[in-house]
T-cell receptor, first 115, second 109 residues
């Protein structure tokens, strides 16, 4: 069964450093998302992406965040200058052509630890 | 801003007892989705409700969407150890899914 994959599973970085989190969505999906979840807390929407552009973003997704689909398979989240409070699990998700109103398939997540 | 409130935060039950979680939105939703997250895992889609007053069942799980499309509930009958995890509702408003804080189902030993 197709699944969303994410790398790395765990990323440790120093405050102020840039990180790139990578995702490979399900191959025929067209809508892509990033979420974060601080340990034990709610899932927070960051951004949605369709047709090579951001379709929606939350207040959390400020100028230090960016997303890119550099090729036909990868979807990345870049955090330019990490802060301690960026430590969280970051989930990528994708959905099919029925899109934003349909179920989202989540990847296993990348645990980001900022020291 | 738009919010989806979910209660309770935790529910401790004996195996075999029932479990219910409730979600309430500050605005009318176009649809609502339910996800389950096992400990250490990622959210997994359970179901989507679209119509006012809709009720859907999946084996021991019953999902309801309120008449005003502002609230929803998930009820599990006769819980089993495999039901352990956190259950999230996520309401659709425009293109964004607004997530509830989740209800953690804990089975008492």
């Amino acid at each position: 069964e197709p699944e969303v994959t994410q790398t790395p599973s765990h990323q440790v970085t120093q405050m102020g450093q840039e990180v790139i989190l990578r995702c490979v969505p399900i191959s025929n999906h067209l809508y892509f998302y990033w979420y974060r979840q601080i340990l034990g807390q709610k899932v927070e929407f960051l951004v949605s992406f369709y047709n090579n552009e951001i379709s929606e973003k939350s207040e959390i997704f400020d100028d230090q965040f960016s997303v890119e689909r550099p090729d036909g398979s990868n979807f990345t989240l870049k955090i330019r200058s990490t802060k301690l409070e960026d430590s969280a699990m970051y989930f990528c998700a994708s959905s099919d052509e029925r899109g934003a109103y349909n179920e989202q398939f989540f990847g296993p997540g990348t645990r980001l630890t900022v020291l | 801003g738009q919010q989806v409130m979910q209660i309770p935060q935790y529910q401790h039950v004996q195996e075999g007892e029932d479990f219910t979680t409730y979600c309430n939105s500050s605005t009318t939703l176009s649809n609502i989705q339910w996800y389950k997250q096992r400990p250490g895992g990622h959210p997994v889609f359970l179901i989507q409700l679209v119509k006012s007053g809709e009720v859907k069942k999946q084996k021991r799980l019953t999902f309801q969407f309120g008449e005003a499309k502002k609230n929803s509930s998930l009820h599990i009958t006769a819980t089993q150890t495999t039901d352990v995890g956190t259950y999230f509702c996520a309401g659709r408003s425009n293109y964004q899914l607004i997530w509830g804080a989740g209800t953690k189902l804990i089975i008492k030993p």
